[in-house]
């Protein structure tokens, strides 16, 4: 593989995590307008550019809305780190096997790790209860790929370095917030259970739906024996009258 191709196989496979649409997007139209050679072709085709925008615009919409672009992120588990896996491949297939592995490889591992990271970022987000947070993020995030994932084509190398250092410091951010990111996946998984995408969960304190009752012993029987009037259990010698029982020890030696 060439020495540019694996920067630029890293650089999408960080970008695909994030927004993946818009990595096929500039890929294929930097190269259906300039015809570079460092750009696989299939990304260029028609089809491919149609469904990628298509899908992009969709995203943009669904990733500005609390707790729906948490949605969005749980079913793109998969789709992210495919896409970034299939670009890497597609980056180095025209010169062996192997660099097709490695591309592969590269893209879908940094694609599944910078996912995972916009996740919990995102998670940590929407613990404010106001949505322009989500609407600054998510178009920083649009920005910030689509202009390192252009920076990729001429300095592949510039751009790994600059995704590799924001991998890194989402990773950074996901440790510093890892307590609002579990008091969110505490209300995303409440809300879930409301809007009926999610099971019921079982919260501490309530009782396990299988658990039978205790049945409560009858006044007259023999488990309420020793028991004092107002609920005063006695000293084991018979039903109490209200006078304290003999005990051994009160007897005269």
Same mark, same amino acid.
């Given at each position: ?67 729906? +672009?948490?949605?969005?992120? $749980? ?57 322009? $947070? ?65 099971? *019921? $969960? ?7 739906? +299988?658990?039978? *009752? ?28 209200? $006078? ?10």
């Amino acid at each position: 593989m060439g020495a540019e191709l694996i920067p630029m196989a890293f650089t999408a496979g960080w970008g695909s995590g994030v927004n993946a649409y818009a990595v096929v997007l500039v890929l294929g139209l930097a190269d259906r307008i300039f015809n570079l050679s460092q750009v696989p072709n299939a990304l260029a085709r028609t089809d491919v550019l149609v469904g990628a925008g298509i899908l992009f615009a969709v995203e943009m919409l669904a990733d500005k809305i609390p707790y729906v +672009d948490s949605v969005w992120d $749980s079913v793109h588990t998969v789709v992210r780190p495919a896409v970034g896996a299939t670009i890497g491949y597609l980056i180095g297939h025209e010169t062996a096997g192997l660099d097709a592995a490695i591309g592969a490889a590269t893209g879908g591992v940094t694609a599944l790790v910078s996912h995972g990271i916009k996740a919990g970022l995102r998670a940590a987000v929407n613990t404010s209860p106001e949505p322009a $947070s989500n609407v600054v993020v998510s178009t920083t995030e649009d920005v910030t790929v689509t202009g390192v994932t252009a920076l990729a084509i001429a300095h592949p190398w510039w751009a790994a370095a600059i995704a590799l250092l924001l991998l890194a410091l989402g990773a950074f951010l996901v440790y510093k917030l890892a307590s609002r990111i579990r008091r969110y996946k505490r209300r995303y998984d409440a809300w879930g259970e409301r809007v009926g995408i999610a099971a *019921p $969960s079982q919260r501490a304190g309530d009782p396990r739906p +299988d658990a039978v *009752p205790e049945p409560r012993p009858d006044p007259g029987s023999d488990t309420d024996r020793g028991r004092e009037p107002g609920g005063r259990r006695g000293w084991g010698l018979g039903r109490g009258t209200g $006078s304290r029982p003999e005990r051994p020890f009160d007897r005269e030696s």
